[in-house]
């Protein structure tokens, strides 16, 4: 799985390009159904030339071929294809190219416009669909990306993924003596360290944990930084309060996994730990959408369902909490210079774009929470709906 990172997210926002294309389709982490990936792939990135082709005949420019290539490189890439997750993002343009392999599933969708589409992959940066869990041990870490419905291990890249790796990023000197033994559980060939203290509990092991614990903090605030998802730790009993004691990332929850997570898979952590985020998410959008009626039946200003009051709203960083419809795209153009707004009901136009996408990306930027969600979820009859940080003026 790749890591989005706000950063990207905030690249890919502000690259303003003539042709920008945004492909999403659902994919396999394994099995023989992954080899149906480059044949999907294949088909989109043909509708994605076919939507080029036709902005080449109106504007000239580069052509759709080249601006697809590094796509069509993926296609018989077959160590791409046996390494997926639920859902593939690609964003090319004359001047980047970006894919990511994400714990989402993704309808097929082919966008063509001046910016790139990115309502897909809000749900990675809001407060009500993703979560992380810590299967933290002496032997191994694991770092999981969870959201209701999918999970997947994240790649500490640059990171200490056991006791006996941590320990010499803390102290090169370090007092804790191992030694390898034959016939671990490693497998045939196998070595694994075995750790010394003075005993279960003592002052040195503890010392140790804890030197241990800061060296997964410090990796985990790389990684982390951008999110403000929920964490949920998973541990023997002991470890819990050891971990707390230095951890700062702000959204670790109280509540965590009690046992060794050695003995479960991904699949068996993300259960227990939905669990335990569940009511959390439910709570959060529940009170955002009882703040919304309330400051729509009170009329104070602070409550829109405007689709044009909202853009301008979001892009002033005004936009406290936005509700927006999943799989919905409303076409037209925002024009920065002159403020001005054209909406395309009936079908988008060359070089359109999803102006629900535009409210919800510079809502993000705006350190805003963003509610994706079904139609029949939303607080407010309109496809969009917004909760502002103080009252609207144009």
Sequence with gaps: MDT?????????????EERCVSIYLPTTPIGRESQQGPILLKNLIRQAEEKLGEAEEDNGGTPARKVMEPALALLADEDFWQHQSEGLAVFASPGIFRCYRLPLRFDELVVASE????????????????????????????????????????????????????????????????????????????RSATFHGHGVGTDDEKTNISRYFRVVNRGLHNLLQEYNAPLVLAGVEYMHPLYREVNDYPHLLEEGI????????????????????????????????????????????????????????????????????????????FDHESNSIQLHEEAPQPDDEDLLDLAAVQTILNRGTVHVLQAEELPDTSPIAAILRYEYTL
């Design 4 to 16: 989005l990172t706000k950063e990207d997210l905030q690249q890919l926002a502000a690259h303003a």
């Design 115 to 190: 910016r790139f589409h990115l309502k897909p992959l809000l749900p990675l940066f809001t407060g009500n669909g993703n979560f992380f869990v810590l299967a933290l041990s002496q032997n191994k870490i694991r770092l999981i990306q969870c959201t209701r419905d999918t999970f997947q291990e994240v790649e500490l890249k640059g990171m200490p993924v056991s006791m006996e790796e941590a320990l010499p990023y803390d102290d090169p000197e370090r007092q804790l003596q191992y030694h390898t033994s034959a016939g671990s559980s490693g497998g045939p060939g196998k």
């Design 258 to 333: 009690e046992g060794s997570p050695d003995r479960w898979n991904a699949e068996e952590l993300h259960k227990q730990a939905w669990k335990i985020v569940e009511p959390l998410f439910a709570r959060a959008q529940q009170e955002a959408m009882e703040r919304y009626k309330q400051f729509a039946g009170s009329k104070n200003g602070r409550a829109l369902n405007d689709l044009k009051k909202i853009i301008r709203a979001a892009l002033r960083g005004q936009v406290e909490t936005l509700f927006v419809v999943a799989n919905l795209q409303k076409w037209g153009r």
